[in-house]
């Protein structure tokens, strides 16, 4: 008997030291974030400031500005908008986008660099970890790489312009070499922005062997409506979608909002002088829009494939005629069709077999913030960028500063289960009509690929990369599927019918209103530090 239990006594000692060594060299599934249209620059020669291109450095912008001042004081006093067009729009092109722009087939017309991160990001410190980046691309990755690891952390960039499509191989023998360099049978996709077009595409070519997770974040799969409208011909500006764009951006920033509420102070109380620089503004568009169209966009942007795979299915064919009104070139045009008809139309067709495949899916999405002030979808709900029924694959959602309307019913299938609504507390989204209305996060008031660093939108992030079994909306009460994102204090907080922060400056219009909220976020601001501090 005491051989025995001293035995047995002995293999509990020996699991019990084999649990904690075991629990410490558990495998991580790698990650890999897939990046975004523009996340770094792109360059012309080496990868230093003074040759970057893309985004345009801004001594390059005050130039060209600077030299269509005069021609425009010319063109104010004599109306000769064509004179204008003729001295300055050749200007910036050859100032701003030549460089980056691509010939009638969709190639590149110069051989631009941009970075690339082949090892896990523990090895780019400065480019990555230390850069204090706190929204973005970048600062996803930081959240990641504290949660599991920088080495266990992935980078994938690749060069914008070009069609998703033909990003597939690259991305796929990165995903080949993170497998490879962690003896890992599968890995974690998070494909912010652009990366979902990438992403989709790969799922179309390749499948989804190998992924485990793909966790989509405020994605362009299905495309981005001022995009389409832009690539239709329809501009158009507006006053208040101007204010209501400054205010999205700028909410929390003290001297900013007091300048804002002066401001919406004045253009309340002078209304004419609002109508005023609404018509000035619209009549210099219909002045110059075309030579612009003809000049600029069509010479540059309209002649980058990726940049086709913005334009949503709604816009494809009127957009193609306005573009091109002689006809496109054939070769580019098989490029971005080839997109488009296989990959973007499909999109949920190809998400949902990777799911039957074993593959967990998850979406975020973002919404109370107003578009582009250039086009008549700006006041369509979004994160500032892409709109929440794009990002969403398919939400029902009210207008920028609307709800629903009271006694609202759902229009979609409620997932099959009646107790399951999916719908915002505040009015605004109807989640039913989603492709995957279970599995589809909304954050209202996060900008474009926000998930701030340190604030609880990137632990929602971290928690749907690091759960073990499936999840849905219902799975974390900490997660919910609508919370709204506190500018300040980096908070989530889950919403209800009577806590919904205001969605327009018209809720806060005068300087003392405003002024009472910014005290009041000021004070949330010191209690959250406080309590951290304490921590």
Known sequence: MKRTLSLFLSLILMLALFVPAAAKTAPVTPIIVVSGMGSFPLYDGEIREENRVWGPQTKKILKAVGKSLLPFAKAAVKGDWDGFA????????????????????????????????????????????????????????????????????YFFNYDWRRNPTEHVEDLSAFI???????????????PCSMGGTVVNSYLRAKGSAGIRKIIYCLVASKGIDMVGELFCGRVHFETDVL?????????????????????????????????????????????????????????????????????????????????????????????????????????????????????????????????????????????????????????????????????????????????????????????????????????????HVGFPYGSEAAKLLIWLAGTKKAVDVRSNSAYPQFTDLHVISGKLTSLTGDSVSPDKTDSVSNGLTRLVKLWRDMKELVSTRVKFIRN
């Open 86 to 153: 003729d001295e300055t729009f050749g200007m910036v092109y050859e100032e701003l986008f030549e460089i980056v722009s691509c010939d009638e087939t969709g190639e590149p017309l110069h051989e631009i660099n941009y970075p690339v991160f082949p090892q896990s990001v523990d090895h780019y410190p400065d480019e990555i970890l230390n850069s204090g980046e706190t929204e973005d691309e970048v600062a996803i990755l930081r959240s990641l790489a504290d949660a599991f690891g920088a080495e266990n952390v």
């Open 176 to 190: 080949e070499n993170v497998k490879a360099a962690h003896g890992a049978k599968s890995v974690t996709l998070v």
């Open 243 to 447: 204010m209501e764009r400054l205010f999205n951006f700028e909410n929390g920033n003290f001297w900013t909002e007091l300048l804002l509420a002066a401001l919406k102070t004045v253009t309340d109380a002078s209304p004419l002088l609002t109508k005023g620089v609404d018509a000035l503004a619209e009549a210099l568009l219909k002045a110059t829009a075309d030579r612009a169209y003809s000049d600029i966009l069509s010479r540059s942007l309209a002649r980058m494939p990726g940049m086709w795979a913005f334009v949503p299915d709604a816009y494809y064919a009127q957009a193609k005629q306005t573009m091109f009104p002689g006809g496109a070139n054939k070769i580019f045009l098989e490029k971005i069709d080839s997109y488009h008809n296989g990959v973007q139309v499909p999109a949920e067709r190809l998400m949902q077999e990777a799911i039957d495949a074993g593959t967990q899916v998850y979406i975020t999405a973002a919404y109370g913030l107003v578009g582009f002030p250039a086009t008549d979808v700006a006041f369509t709900q979004g994160d500032c960028l892409i709109e929440t029924h794009n990002e969403s694959f398919g939400a029902t959602v009210a207008p920028y500063g609307t709800t629903l309307g009271k006694g609202y019913t759902a229009l979609g299938s409620v997932c099959g289960d009646t107790a399951h609504q999916h719908l915002s507390a505040d009015g605004i989204v109807d989640a039913t009509t989603c492709a995957f209305p279970e599995q589809t996060w909304f954050i209202k008031h996060m900008k």
